[in-house]
């Protein structure tokens, strides 16, 4: 159980473009999903918190515009970046937290990896 | 604020020695979970243990252990009889209240990439 699926896996798209990335919990309902950043050899760095029905909360340093965030229903959230350039190039991971998990467990995608040329 | 600091960057062994990871938090709360993912080439997070902070058992699976010393603020993993299969980037991982709200958002460690030379 606690399957989270990410979709896709790898883009390759040319700068300029729009790329839309899916996140879905597959078999639990996620109130909270969250989406992360991480650069190479480095951590995850979290982007943005997004609940159900609301809008996300960003990190500090994080466009909004660039990153639009939607959390359109329990198992499914969905991260665009907007106008993409070279270095917004990196591995982006979401995870979700089940209704219950007050422990803050959240479960993680595979994650996409983002190549804009 | 929170913060998690894996101060090891890079380990190597030798297949079949033991190697311990360490792992030191900080936070203000009193309820507070520490967790470990390890992170395979594959870039896919795999969740290992969690841990709260009224728990200060040791915990051992399998070869897994990990050693909980509230006193110290460590959260310390040790892998025995390390495999080839272990290397890997692994992470330690704090979720509290206090900096995080209600959303008990999870602030990483920078990670160690451990690599288990045949």
């Known amino acids: 159980g606690a399957v989270v699926s990410q979709h896709p896996s790898r883009v390759i798209c040319k700068s300029g473009t729009s790329v839309k990335i899916e996140c879905r919990s597959l078999d639990f309902q996620a109130t909270t999903m969250f989406w992360y950043r991480q650069f190479p050899k480095k951590s995850l760095m979290l982007m943005a918190t997004s609940n159900e029905g609301s809008k996300a909360t960003y990190e500090q340093g994080v466009e909004k515009d660039k990153f639009l965030i939607n959390h359109a229903s329990l198992t499914l959230s969905t991260l665009t970046v907007t106008s993409a350039h070279p270095e917004d190039s990196s591995f982006y991971i979401c995870?979700?937290?089940?209704?219950?998990?007050?422990?803050?467990?959240?479960?993680f995608g595979p994650g996409t990896r983002l190549t804009v040329l | 604020a929170q913060k998690v600091t894996q101060a090891q960057t890079e380990i190597s062994v030798v297949e079949k020695e033991d190697v311990t990871l360490d792992c030191v938090y900080e936070?203000?709360?009193?309820?507070?979970?520490l967790f470990w993912y390890k992170q395979p080439p594959s870039g896919e997070l795999v969740f290992l243990i969690r841990r709260n902070s009224f728990d200060e058992q040791n915990e051992i699976s399998g070869r897994y252990s990990w050693n909980f010393q509230k006193s110290t603020s460590s959260f310390n993993f040790t892998i025995t009889a390390s495999q080839v299969v272990d290397s890997a980037v692994y992470f330690c991982a704090l979720s509290d209240f206090i900096s995080s709200g209600s959303a008990r958002q999870l602030t990483f460690g920078s990670g160690t990439q451990l690599t288990v030379l045949p």
């Open positions: 936070t203000r709360d009193t309820t507070y979970y």
């Open positions: 995870s979700a937290r089940p209704r219950d998990r007050g422990s803050g467990e959240q479960f």
